[in-house]
């Protein structure tokens, strides 16, 4: 269907000041999608307190307002601009909330404002746990069982109940970043988890939940159009098994442990899931994959644009946002050119050559005194992608990007750890569990040891172990690592991501000497594009990365 | 390919506190101006959630780390090319220019040699001096009794600091003696290697200015008036634009100050400069040649596109050139207040008070015709649930005590009931609020102050830090009560008074305000 001629004026919601959860991503995506909504001829209203954003820029829209976003505000602003529709799935959890509140309080129905894209009735039911976890049933999709407990009695009552799916995941309401929440194996530590939980909550609530403990967690990110054409963008793989939030998560895209069964199963769900839904535009789906069976289990959906669907748009150049705003004043899918290609449809599928991994940048270098641990609830302020041709080369580049004072994994505290403590480290997790794995791993430990106390999948860990064995490959090759003999070490090492200062430090030559000996040997990164279809058309995306292999496109 | 001159923009990495979306912002005005201008804009960054990294900001993207190494491949790849900007990319950016430099790539505006001095505290002061420019008095030290003789001759209270942290971290507000010498011993570590900054404790306003540099002539597109008193670290103080209370004089020498500095530093481009006022004199407490923090949110009110002006500047063309009189902008007549908003929520472990140490994650604009009313909308902006209600719990230092006063009477006046514990309300009763209702502390047994915010009694929390460690540890309990609970909590009285303000200003409701796109409150 060509798009919708009626619509002329469109309202955008920001997502307001930087918190944690809701960070650029969403000046990212808004931005995108006030400048493809321009495209069409259709003219924007924005509105977002944030005055640091792209997207309050008067170049990026016809009429911005820095206001508070507020349901008597924003309604101020709809009296005074009266626009035709308003898109409620780009600006976050709060432009979604603001937008619903805006039809529920009859604002929108006042002054004729049509929601676009992405239905009401739809974003209800993928918000709403309750009706969402019907809904699943409804279509076969497995959901772990789970009860809200707010009294001492029916936490008794449901600890006496047979057939309880244990291990029991606890997170109790409202607490300071989720603490006070863990996972009980027996009654007695349900008891005591769940009323230590429920005493921590302001609300004295507690969530109890079926424990997916040691299960792979992966996202999907789905595009669907109102003609119920689907397409997945990418899905990507937490490092991280269930238990840590996917914001605090380290990601890998496209995954790298699923079998092809596995991941068609898992994009045959998520597909299905955002047509029972109704989804108008982007969606992201979180699912839970047990690595010895089949079994999986969704654990959520946003029915909007998310951090992950910018992590994804930028991990395989598909401009999520742009296509989503589109898909919202009408368009499908076949009918939206992929503006970074230039040669390709929204509706193909991006296809990657290349790996990606994501590390998120935590504040704990900031706030000393704070709680390290990661688990539900998101604690990390920011994060950083790095593309490569290998998963180690891509890994290290995430690493050095983070600024947290290394540029490897050498971590300066790590040498002091005890084993003991680097026992805890891989069992509970930190923003310095990826350190303590490289330091198992030079202390001796074995795959399978590091993989009971994390649940890393062993292919991620055989990868680390890589990069630390090259750390002492390259200590031991010190004497030969600039000769000729030395080169194709040199040469592994680059491939591997180490850069010139680590490779200098672990042989005792200085950096200058490193990037000199490279340069005089042809050791010289070469630049890919990223392409969205793995070069199977001719592409001209202005969009690079570097890796130690192959030659440079122009 | 193109035959236009190339310039890489490094941006500024991964979101973090004191390093925000702002850096962000002006890399990406920074990369459209150079375009307009005809040349090819490239960038370097890793950040995937931000605008300088979407696939068409640029003529061309790196998705790359930004060390030395990643940038001079880049940049090797990229030869022949004009320059490097830094100065829209944060620290993350600025800390490349000196390794850039010296490995023989130019950096475009402000040199790496001009970033050093203002980072080099000796040669910074030693400027400072040359140029009859007052700083606070103050000296390193690297033992206690220097440390003493140091504070005895500029006298009490001082601020003090190591001086190998950045971002305020491990920095004090000492009153006497026996407060710094407790400092020194069990504070910090001192040594030769690693001194200790004394310097005068200024009580006073706190200034921001943003200005852009030619090498020649400097404007200054506005000046920001922090809310609250030095010693909250300006990334944490709510500011409003224009400056409500400094004199024509101070404003004329801030004027004057930044103009001869950003000669005598040969700064071109941005330079952001904070100041502390004592009565009409500014001292300069800190000066960065790079683009701030307040950048945006400056360039929104005042309609001075300030980083595409900079950017102009660092390609050559001068700010009259460019139409601009150098000086103080003219002053925009709607108000604009600036206010942090901070994410306690999610991390345990933090204390949510406000001190030299960063710790807000975002901003929020309000503007509106009158400072009141600006005031309002933008702590509507930043979560308060105005016009609050619920009860006041009030419990201070006894240093506070006496400036406390007036503010609690000003919203018992609005019909607030007034909550204090022990002396506070002993204080507050006996000068004349006999309807002060006192809280039992938590070590006085329940039902107490917890249960009156867990009960949902207290509708905003005013708690002061006490140098008392005992009265401290409960005050921590009782603010990380207020963030569970999400009751807003100040700590400084400052914000207290301007909430006061905002809420006389309009007691009842929010109804009466209007909103404007930012064209139209420019247009006055
Ligand atoms: N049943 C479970 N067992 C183990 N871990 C779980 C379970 N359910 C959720 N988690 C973990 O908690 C994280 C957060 O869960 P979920 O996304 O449902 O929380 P949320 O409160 O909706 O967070 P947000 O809205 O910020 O994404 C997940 O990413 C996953 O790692
Ligand atoms: N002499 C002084 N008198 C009063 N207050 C001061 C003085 N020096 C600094 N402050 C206060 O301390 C805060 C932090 O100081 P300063 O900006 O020098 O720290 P910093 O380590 O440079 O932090 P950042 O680099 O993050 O800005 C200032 O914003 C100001 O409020
Ligand atoms: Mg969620
Ligand atoms: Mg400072």
Redesign the interface.
């Known amino acids: 269907m060509p798009k919708d001629l009626t619509i002329k004026k469109v309202m955008v919601i920001g997502s307001g000041p930087i918190v944690i959860g809701q960070a650029a991503e969403f000046d990212y995506a808004g931005t995108q999608a006030c400048r493809a909504l321009r495209e069409e001829g259709v003219s924007v209203v924005l509105v977002n307190s944030n005055p640091a954003t792209i997207m309050t820029d008067v170049e990026v829209a016809d009429r911005v307002y820095i206001e508070p976003l507020t349901p008597a505000f924003l309604a101020k602003v709809i009296e005074r601009e009266r626009p035709d529709g308003l898109v409620p799935t780009l600006g976050g959890q709060t432009g979604l909330n603001l937008a619903t509140e805006l039809a529920n309080r009859g604002v929108l129905d006042d002054y004729n404002v049509r929601l676009l894209g992405t239905p009401l009735s739809a974003i209800a039911r993928a918000e709403d746990r309750e009706r969402f976890r019907k809904l699943m049933r409804e279509i076969g999709e497995p959901v772990p069982e789970s009860f809200i407990i707010e009294t001492d009695a029916a936490l008794r009552d449901l600890s006496r109940q047979s057939g309880l799916p244990w291990p029991l995941i606890v997170r109790p309401a409202y607490t300071l970043g989720g603490s006070g929440g863990g996972i009980a194996h027996t009654v007695n530590e349900l008891m005591e988890i769940g009323s230590r939980g429920m005493r921590l909550s302001p609300r004295h609530q507690v969530m109890i939940e079926r424990c997916l403990v040691g299960w792979k967690e992966v996202e999907y990110e789905v595009m669907r159009d109102a003609n119920d054409t689907c397409i997945t963008i990418c899905n990507m793989e937490n490092l991280d098994p269930m238990g840590v939030h996917t914001g605090d998560s380290m990601v890998v895209a496209p995954s790298q442990t699923l079998s092809d069964k596995e991941y068609q199963m898992l994009r045959t769900s998520s597909i299905k899931i955002i047509r029972a839904l109704g989804i108008e535009g982007g969606c992201n789906v979180q699912l839970a994959l047990d690595p010895h069976s089949f079994a999986y289990n969704i654990i959520e959906v946003n029915p909007r644009l998310s951090r992950s669907s910018a992590l994804a748009s930028k991990a395989t150049g598909y401009p999520i946002a742009r296509v989503a705003a589109k898909i919202a004043i009408g368009l499908h899918l076949d009918e939206i050119e992929n503006k970074v290609t230039g040669k390709t449809l929204a509706c193909f599928e991006p296809a990657l050559d290349y790996c990606v991994v994501k590390i998120p940048r935590w504040p704990f270098d900031k706030f000393v005194s704070a709680d390290r641990r990661i688990t539900t609830q998101m604690k990390a302020t920011g994060e950083v992608m790095a593309l490569d041709r290998s998963f180690e080369s891509a890994l290290m580049k995430a690493v050095r990007s983070c600024e947290i004072g290394t540029l490897s994994l050498l971590y300066k505290k790590a040498s002091l750890w005890s084993d003991m403590e680097i026992e805890r480290l891989l069992s509970v997790a930190t923003d310095e569990r990826l350190f303590a794995i490289a330091e198992a791993f030079r202390r001796g430990l074995m795959i399978e040891e590091v993989h009971q106390l994390s649940f890393f999948d062993p292919w991620f860990l055989v990868k680390i172990r890589n990069i630390v064995r090259m750390e002492s490959r390259l200590r031991e090759g010190a004497v030969i690592v600039l000769t000729d003999e030395g080169t194709e070490l040199l040469r592994e090492a680059k491939q591997f991501g180490f850069p010139d200062r680590v490779i200098a430090d672990l042989t005792g030559k200085t950096e200058m000497a490193v990037r000199a000996r490279r340069k005089s040997t042809g050791i010289v990164p070469v630049y890919k594009m990223v392409d969205t279809c793995a070069a199977e058309f001719e592409s001209h995306t202005p969009y690079f990365y570097s890796c130690y292999d192959a030659e440079t496109e122009a | 390919?193109s035959d236009k001159k190339k310039v890489i923009v490094l941006g500024s990495?991964?979101?973090?506190?004191?390093q925000?979306?702002?850096f962000?912002?002006c890399t990406?005005h920074c990369v459209?101006a150079l375009r307009e201008a005809g040349y090819e804009a490239i960038v370097q960054n890793?950040?995937?959630?931000?605008?300088s990294?979407?696939?068409?900001t640029?003529?061309?993207?790196?998705?790359?780390?930004?060390?030395t190494?990643?940038v001079?491949?880049?940049l090797?790849?990229e030869e022949p090319y004009h320059g490097v900007i830094v100065q829209f990319g944060g620290q993350?950016a600025i800390n490349l220019a000196r390794p850039l430099s010296d490995a023989g790539v130019p950096i475009l505006g402000s040199s790496a040699d001009s970033i050093d001095l203002a980072e080099d505290r000796e040669r910074f002061e030693k400027l400072l001096r040359e140029l009859g420019i007052p700083k606070p008095e103050g000296r390193a030290v690297t033992n206690a009794e220097d440390a003493v003789t140091v504070a005895r001759e500029i006298g009490f209270p001082c601020l003090v600091r190591p001086s190998y942290v950045l971002?305020g971290?491990a920095m004090e507000i000492v009153s006497g003696e026996d407060e710094l010498r407790s400092y020194m011993r069990y504070a910090v570590d001192v040594s030769p290697k690693a001194p200790i900054l004394v310097d005068r404790y200024i009580v006073g306003k706190e200034v921001e200015v943003d200005c852009i540099s030619d090498g020649v002539d400097c404007l200054l597109p506005g000046i920001m008036e922090h809310i609250e008193r030095a010693g909250v670290h300006s990334g944490d103080s709510m500011a409003v634009y224009p400056p409500q209370s400094l004199s024509k004089v101070t404003k004329d020498k801030m004027v004057d100050y930044a103009t001869r500095l950003a000669r005598a530093m040969n700064v071109v481009g941005l330079m952001n400069i904070q100041f502390v006022c004592e009565g009409d004199e500014p001292y300069i407490i800190e000066v960065n040649p790079r683009s701030s923090?307040t950048v945006?949110?400056l360039s929104?009110?005042t309609g001075v596109p300030m980083v595409k002006v900079a950017t102009r500047c660092i390609l050559g063309q001068s700010l009259k050139e460019q139409g601009y009189t150098p000086g103080l902008y003219p002053e925009q007549k709607n108000p604009a207040v600036?206010a942090p908003?901070?994410?306690?929520?999610?991390?345990?472990?933090?204390?949510n008070t406000l001190g030299p140490?960063?710790?807000s994650?975002?901003?929020?604009?309000?503007?509106d015709s009158t400072y009141p009313r600006a005031l309002y909308?933008a702590l509507?902006?930043?979560g308060f649930d105005m016009p609050l209600t619920g009860a006041i719990l009030v419990t201070v230092a006894d240093a506070d005590k006496a400036e406390v006063l007036p503010l609690i009477e000003g919203f018992a006046a609005l019909g607030f009931p007034i909550y204090a514990t022990g002396g506070t309300a002993v204080f507050l009763q006996q000068s004349g609020m006999p309807n002060v209702q006192t809280a039992r502390k938590i070590s006085e047994g329940s039902p107490n102050l917890l249960d009156l915010i867990?009960g949902g009694t207290v509708g905003l929390l005013i708690n002061t830090i006490s140098k008392d460690k005992k009265i401290e540890r409960e005050g921590a309990q009782i603010r990380?009560a207020s963030?569970?609970?999400g009751v807003p909590c100040l700590t400084s009285l400052d914000t207290a008074r301007a909430l006061l303000l905002a809420l006389s200003s309009h007691p009842s409701t929010?109804e009466g305000?209007?909103?404007?796109?930012?064209?139209e409150y420019l247009a006055g």
């Not at chain 2, 990495?13 to 004191?18: A, E, M």
């Not at chain 2, 908003?341 to 204390?351: I, T």
């Open positions: 390919m990495g991964p979101i973090r506190i004191g925000g979306i702002e962000d912002y990406v459209w890793n950040n995937p959630e931000t605008v990294t979407d696939f068409d640029s003529d061309r993207l790196y998705f790359e780390p930004l060390t190494e990643d001079l491949n880049v090797d790849r993350t971002g971290r923090r945006p949110y929104k009110i600036k908003v901070f994410s306690f929520q999610k991390l345990s472990g933090v204390d140490e960063m710790k994650t975002g901003e929020i604009l309000g503007q909308k509507v902006a930043c867990h990380r963030v569970e609970r929010g305000f209007g909103v404007r796109t930012v064209d």
